[in-house]
């Protein structure tokens, strides 16, 4: 028996002694930085890089926890949906004694386990979205130079379960946060770092990680399915669609109108090729294989094609079909959806993030009475347009049964006519 303790003594010796190597061979002091409006300009800028604004607007968020901890966040309205075990609380995040315990799917009283679904909550939605709390009440930021790069070091004063820990961002050369190193009143060894790069693009509009790596071990913090999107905005979507007869636009095989009175166009929807004329030119246009696109001038096919001409072509069509059907892409690929607020009524914020000819534009919608849309706000990213108004008049049913506009009115009342609209099959 005493050998067994002898033994058992020397393992845990060994043990605290490779642990005290380990912990000052890797330990890290707290980096000192500098405070003031450089490293809040270096802050903003990560702000913009991580489309903040887009998180603020985010209605719900969905994730778990080391498949242990699962959650749904809606966040405008401050609650939160935690599960774990056979427990589930609802948490009201801005007033605790209205949230609710459940044990086996009963309503029970037990403060200690909602506190307890409140630290989880604190731990585990910061690893999901620690990048948008760096301006968050309590929050201190330094920049402390890194490799010859400047990181941002944030110190969280209050708030949280942990005040006093302190996060280094690690940027790439557009301020998007790759990674960071920490010190925190958990992990006793300062300066373990953790992986921000396994992102996921998400419905809202913003990106999320979907798992972490620690330096310390090789530990991995798995997230789950990451999930964010708009519900209200997605109701209020479907409620457009169904009043311009979309299901119809879908089935239509055919699209014809003109701009301006100067550009024409003939749009196979169904083969997605479209008959592009405007002055000598004609543009046998494949938008989605511009290279099979052929040039006609004066109706004669030139053997050359003219790249310049075909792109062109693309950037017209871009343009003027945006203006005949831009309410039906409501749900294409890279848009956004948001509830904004105008006249103290709902109206629909489409930002469309990719695609297109000017990725980053943002249009909010104006609708009446039965949720078609009469005008639109513009906002371009290139900044020419900030709120700059237009209207949607004169929807007519086309042969096909869907609803398209004819004519528009923007600026000092310009009128932009559609011409003949025809969708028909």
């Known amino acids: ?235 209020l979507s479907y409620k457009i669609l169904k009043a311009i007869k979309h299901k119809n636009y879908k089935k239509t095989y055919y699209l014809e109108w003109s701009f301006a009175g100067k550009r024409h166009f003939k749009w196979d929807k169904e083969k997605h090729i479209v008959d592009v004329s405007w002055d000598d030119f004609r543009v046998n246009l494949f938008p989605a294989d511009i290279e099979k696109s052929t040039v006609y001038f004066k109706d004669e096919k030139q053997e050359i094609q003219d790249e310049k001409i075909i792109k062109r072509a693309w950037n017209i069509f871009n343009n003027d079909s945006f203006w005949l059907v831009a309410p039906h892409k409501l749900f294409d690929d890279g848009v956004v959806r948001n509830i904004e607020k105008v006249n103290d009524k709902d109206a629909l914020r489409v930002t469309y993030t990719s695609g297109g000819t000017t990725p980053g534009d943002s249009y909010v919608w104006i609708l009446d009475s039965t949720f078609v849309p009469k005008s639109y706000k513009m906002y371009l990213k290139n900044g020419r347009m900030n709120g700059t108004p237009a209207t949607w008049e004169d929807w007519i049913t086309t042969e096909s049964g869907t609803l398209l506009p004819t004519n528009h009115t923007f600026g000092k009342g310009r009128k932009l006519s559609m011409g003949t609209v025809k969708g028909y099959n």
């Open 1 to 235: 028996m005493k050998k067994l303790f002898k033994f058992i003594g020397i393992i845990l010796l060994l043990l605290i002694v490779a642990g005290g190597i380990y912990y000052f061979a890797n330990n890290e002091p707290l980096p000192e930085g500098k405070k003031g409006k450089e490293a809040d300009a270096l802050a903003i800028k990560m702000f913009n890089a991580i489309n903040h604004q887009a998180f603020e607007n985010t209605e719900i968020l969905k994730w778990s926890f080391r498949n242990k901890h699962f959650y749904t966040w809606h966040k405008q309205e401050n609650i939160v949906h935690i599960s774990w075990a056979n427990y589930k609380v609802t948490l009201n995040t801005k007033d605790f004694e209205k949230s609710e315990l459940y044990i086996d799917g009963k309503l029970s009283k037990n403060n200690e386990l909602i506190k307890q679904a409140q630290n989880y909550f604190n731990n585990d939605s910061f690893w999901l979205i620690a990048p948008f709390k760096i301006f968050d009440k309590g929050t201190e930021r330094s920049i402390v130079k890194h490799n010859n790069k400047d990181a941002l070091l944030i110190t969280y004063k209050s708030g949280g379960s942990t005040p006093g820990d302190s996060y280094l961002w690690i940027l790439d050369e557009n301020y998007f946060p790759i990674s960071y190193k920490m010190w925190t009143t958990i992990i006793p060894i300062g300066g373990v770092s953790a992986t921000w790069s396994d992102w996921k693009n998400t419905e809202a509009g913003i990106k999320l990680p979907t798992k972490h790596k620690l330096s310390l071990f090789g530990m991995e913090l798995n997230m789950g399915e990451v999930k964010a999107y708009n519900e209200r905005a997605n109701e």
